[in-house]
Every structure is written in C-alpha cells, then in structure tokens.
C-alpha cells in the first residue's frame, strides 16, 4: 500500500504523460473484485485492440495491456483496498510506464480506460490532508480563518469591516452611538461566525476537522467564544483557551501555531519547523550537530549518527533517505518546498538537512 506523500508524487509523475491517440491504460480495481474476471476482461480488450488500424496505436494499446495483464496476473488476490493500475508507452522514445499499488483508501469504484492521459481523478481526493485544525484569529473588525494541515497551513480568508470607535460628546447621544457600535461589531462576529461555518462544516462532516483554535490580540476573542456566534458543534471542538496572538494574515496564524504546539502535539508540520528551528540553532551555535548535503547526510545516516531529518517532499531521493533514516533508528520529517521553511532549506541547502548525534570529525 502506498501512502498519501508517495501518492501525491506517483499523480503528479503520471500527469506529466500526454499522447496523440488513446494509448494510456488506467484502471481501478476496488476490493472483492476477482483478479480472474479483471484479467477476463482485459485478454478480451487486448484481442479487440488488433483491430485498431493505425499500427503506431494499435502496437501502444496492445503494449500497455500486456503490461498490465502480466503484472495482474501475478497477483493472487485484489487486497483489502482494491488495486490501481496505470501502463502506457510513448511511441516516439519507447519511454514505458507501469505503476501497480493499492491506494491509501478503498478504491470507489471499478473503471476502465484507455485515454491521451492517465484518469488520477479518482485518487486525488485521497492526497489531501485527513487531519486538519480550524484556526481563527479575530479582533471587533478584523480576522482571519485558516487550517493547519499536516503538510502546513492554508489561509482561507481575511475579513474586515470598518467599526469606528467611541464616541467622545457624552450624553443620550453617546449612548445611541454605542449601542450602534455594540450592534456592528456583533454583526461582525456573526459574519465570521458563518464564513467559519462554511469553510469548517464540510470538514467536520467528513471527520477531517480534529479542533478549532482561537486567537487574537484583545478582548474580541474572548467575547466571541462566549457569544452565540459560533456553530455548537465547532464551538465544542475549541482547543483549550483563546490564545494571545499579535497579528492577523499569515504572522497571526504562524504565531498562534506555534503556541498551541503543545496543545496539538505530534501534528506533522509543527514537528517539522520544530526540527527545523532546533537545526537552524546548531548551525548558529556552529556545534557540528548541523548537517546539510544528501550525500553526507547518506553518510552520516549510514553511521547511525543522524538523531533528526527534515526531507523535501518532493525530492528524488524521498524515499531511499527516509528509508535509510528509519532503518536507522533516526526521526524522519517531511516538508514541502512550497512552504517558506521548505523554500529556505531547497535554495540554501539542498532537498534535505539533518540534525546528529554527536559531531562528526
């Protein structure tokens, strides 16, 4: 079974191949299906295709098929998530591919084509994120909501509406114009309310949604958390209590993150910038602990000497570092180069970094 990071590079592999003709095989096989009846219709499909009349098609078609019947044919049974198979050849380099894995989640249904692409639309819901945190930072006319994934945060909206302050004359007057005040800020708290709603409901429907953080610079996050301006159901889901954070936008939402690490222990990303941070202070400290460099990194991982690694997700050598890593006994974290952490160890050192045990001479 592969999991949703080597899924996630396996799609983004297949969408690179595009044909002239209907040569590209995909085929989805969900669980219980029998691998004889699959292999019954794909014999019957490859004697079909001898009457394709343009050779250069009729010869990708068949080429595909044969691969895809050679390598089913070698499986006993579909295994308990169903099975994916994609096979194609370009005909101008000879350039083949064949890919056979079982999914991270049950295949939905079964599907069969040949087509100028790869169909990876049946799999791509199964890449994003299966734990995810609301988090929403709100003053009396400002805010911004957002989710912190396992790969990192998504900021999805930022909202702000004009309040003018206090009223300075005193008298019935000044009342007036607070009570209008008091009612336009609750107005705003019930838009963010339901902007929340929106985005976080979905989640919480599919049993993405693990809790809500809450946060801002003043008094506003408080009163919004006590005030009837959130669902019950996300308004259950709040972890701990509002926390103090500086900013809105993006310097809010890292801030409040970091804060509430403790709260969400064990999230994906916030243990990645945590070794992030901690070998941005080795190399600091100019301790020998921080290292940089695939194949030193190799080296030291060969040595048993690396404690930490942080890889790029993207990286060609993801896999074989990972696996090294872990035969190791060391603590593997992935990053993506589209975040800033990930931008910043991709253009100063490389597709991976690491944090030893001890210095190396």
Not at 8 to 35: F, M, N
Not at 62 to 90: C, H, W
Request: cysteine-free; charged content about 30%.
């Amino acid at each position: 079974m592969v999991d949703r990071r080597k899924l996630k590079q396996i799609i983004s592999y297949l969408k690179t191949w595009q044909a002239s003709a209907t040569i590209l095989l995909s085929l989805y096989i969900p669980p219980g299906r029998p691998v004889a009846d699959v292999l019954e219709v794909l014999r019957r499909e490859l004697s079909i295709a001898q009457n394709i009349k343009l050779k250069r098609t009729r010869d990708a078609v068949e080429t595909a098929l044969s691969m895809a019947i050679d390598r089913l044919s070698k499986i006993p049974k579909i295994p308990q998530n169903g099975l994916v198979i994609f096979a194609g050849v370009n005909p101008d380099t000879g350039d083949q591919v064949s890919f056979v894995f079982s999914p991270p989640d049950p295949v939905p249904l079964y599907y069969y084509r040949t087509d100028k692409w790869f169909h990876t639309e049946f799999l791509e819901p199964m890449v994003e994120e299966s734990e995810v945190y609301g988090i929403i930072i709100i003053e009396r006319d400002q805010a911004t909501i957002a989710i912190l994934k396992p790969s990192g945060f998504l900021i999805l909206e930022e909202i702000e509406d004009y309040i003018p302050g206090k009223h300075s004359k005193g008298g019935q007057s000044q009342r007036r114009y607070d009570r209008i005040i008091e009612q336009m800020v609750e107005d705003f708290y019930k838009k963010v309310g339901e902007r929340a709603s929106r985005y976080f409901i979905p989640l919480l429907e599919e049993k993405k949604l693990k809790g809500i953080l809450i946060g801002g610079p003043g008094y506003a996050k408080l009163d919004f958390v006590r005030g009837d301006y959130l669902d019950y159901r996300l308004k259950s889901l709040i972890i701990g209590e509002p926390y103090d954070v500086s900013y809105q936008g993006e310097p809010g939402v890292r801030e409040i993150i970091m804060k509430a690490s403790n709260a969400i222990k064990g999230q994906r990303y916030i243990d990645a910038i945590n070794a992030v941070e901690e070998f941005k202070i080795h190399l600091a400290k100019d301790d020998g602990l921080a290292l940089y460099g695939v194949n030193e990194i190799k080296k030291a991982l060969e040595m048993g000497a690396v404690r930490r690694i942080v890889i790029l997700e993207e990286s060609s050598e993801a896999d074989e570092l990972e696996k090294l890593a872990k035969s190791r006994g060391a603590e593997v974290h992935f990053i993506s180069s589209s975040l800033p952490e990930g931008e910043w160890i991709k253009k100063t050192f490389g597709d991976a970094i690491a944090i030893l045990r001890y210095r190396l001479e």
